[in-house]
């Protein structure tokens, strides 16, 4: 009896002719986003990241503190139509909805990661946009509810604003866009770094330089667009005079008579001063890529002028930001522009010949109001223009979307190091 088999193996059945010998490549699960998975994702992250005792005291504290504030802007204002408590709260809102969303958001992916508890969902019939979208969602309703508490203090606030309906709505579904893109960033984040620390730090780091790296960029860059403006200023050189051309001309400006004064003897020199006058109107579309400018721009335009015939409320916080704005986008004027030259020499000529050198130039009270009035008002209802601000909201909303579907898109074709699957 032999233990060894000695038959030869069965040859393999070749190969097809024309076979490519090529594995198929693996393309994933699909990413589209089904109206079902997206809900279902949603309520699954809704009720495993319900708030602890602590985090429901966090938010407490956080919706007393929106409504007392505005309940004290809103006491301490005048009796008679006032936009402020109205701005005071949509602020807070606003304020309150980009540190808690990103929050929420920056640790949703690497922490399900870590636990594990992500690679069960991916292997399940939910697509990655179903995955991304439920994810964003769900932290987005948290700071949709913080609006929702408000909304008591709103209506009150809105009834003595001066604003309209359609006006209230705009604002609000700006600053719930905000929102939803500082989600999105947190999102995106989390599923780029390991580690939730990291992940939370650096979507507040991108927020706060929408909020402030914008402003600190529009002052930087000013220099780079300005232009150089020559003041050229002429007057008597005091160095060059004698002591009793010196006592001559003190006299002559202490008591105001110029006729005895020489003039002609006296040496003048000239001298050129310049300054840079920047190109605001080239760099404004900085600063209205700033969230807070977007919802400024998307705010009614108040005239300081025609408000009370208008119906409204006089200018507030975002008629402010508006005007500033507006100011910052038309730019310098062609006088300022041109500069400035101041003769001294020539006005003691004309004073010691009995002229007035100024009179060309004296306005009246009424002409400098009337001035005054005019550039303010210009500023104030020039055209609005939030459209940069929506299109970089909207560019990061869905760059970031698209990098979140990317990488919970299975199978992995790179794991960062440490990352925990399953």
Known sequence: MTLIDDKPAPAEAPEPAGASSARPSIKGNPWLPTPRGV?????????????????????????????????????????????????????????AGMLIAPSLAATSINGDSSEGVLAPLQMTRLTAGDLALGKLLSSWFIAFAVLLTTTPLLVYAFSRSGWHWDELLTVLGAILLVVLTSTAIGLAWSAIAARAVASVSLAHLTTGFLLLGT??????????????VANTYAYPDYEQMTPEQQQALDHAYETGDFSELDVASLACIEETSTYGVPHTERIAWIVLANPVVMIGEVSPIVSPLTYEEDGRAAPGMFAAMHSSVSGWRIGPDEEQLTGDSYDECANLEALAAGQDPYADEQYSDEEWQAQWEAEQERSATYDRAPWIGLGVEAALLLGSVWIVVARLRVPYKKLRAGSRVA
């Open 39 to 95: 809900w279902l994702v949603t309520g699954i992250e809704l009720r495993r990241r319900r708030p602890t005792v602590k985090g429901w005291v966090f938010y407490g504290l956080l919706v007393a503190a929106i409504l007392g504030l505005g309940i004290l802007v809103a006491a301490v204002s005048p009796e008679e139509k006032t936009s402020t408590p109205l701005e005071m709260v949509l602020v807070l809102v606003l304020g």
């Open 215 to 228: 402003l600190l960029t529009f002052v930087f860059v000013q220099p780079l667009v300005s232009e150089d």
